[in-house]
């Protein structure tokens, strides 16, 4: 699963990724790309999120 489709299934993970600087939201998908699995995926953006 893409970030796009995770963050369309969690809006206030979608809020918080869309309020973020360009250089923060670069470190988002950056760190996408050690993701291994759809499970994993979702834990993640569910913890953008939470806030976490």
Avoid at 15 to 42: C, F, N, V, W
Wanted: no cysteine.
């Amino acid at each position: 699963m893409g970030l796009g489709m995770a963050l369309m299934q969690n809006k206030a993970a979608m809020d918080y990724y869309s309020g973020l600087p360009e250089e923060a939201k670069q470190r988002i998908i950056d760190h996408t790309h050690t993701i291994q699995s759809k499970e994993e995926m979702q834990m993640f953006v569910d913890s953008l999120g939470s806030g976490k």
